[in-house]
């Protein structure tokens, strides 16, 4: 069973940069697709980005695309989230996940571990 603690959350301002990122322990990382999620206060969680087990593939959603990057090191079992130009929209906990499956999805139910989130805040 995996573990993940995320870290980096903040207030910023729109336009600035944040970089998320995500340890995991308890369990063989590589072997995971990792995946960034966010949830905004009265809104369902919703897909942000992820990552295959080695790191060369990525996919991400609409509204992120070109500003958001995510990538992994599997040495130190950790994922991150590299947010640019962000927005008062961007606002939300933001969720790191693992998916033991064999393809990118972008579906919640296809994660089976979850962290507990941390908060990001962009003021306008």
């Known amino acids: 069973q995996v573990q993940l603690v995320e870290s980096g959350g903040g207030l910023v301002q729109a336009g600035d940069s944040l970089r998320l990122s995500c340890a995991a322990s308890g369990g063989t990382f590589r072997r995971y697709i990792m995946g960034w999620f966010r949830q905004a206060p009265g809104k369902e969680r919703e897909f942000v980005a992820a990552?295959?087990?080695?790191?060369?593939?990525?996919n991400y959603a609409d509204s992120v695309k070109g500003r958001f990057t995510i990538s992994r090191d599997n040495a130190r079992n950790t994922v991150a989230l590299q947010m640019n130009s962000l927005k008062p929209e961007d606002t939300a906990v933001y969720y790191c996940a693992a998916d033991p499956g064999l393809v990118v999805t972008p579906y919640v139910d296809e994660y089976n571990y979850w962290g507990q989130g941390t908060q990001v805040t962009i003021s306008s």
């Open positions: 990552i295959t087990r080695s790191g060369g593939n990525t």
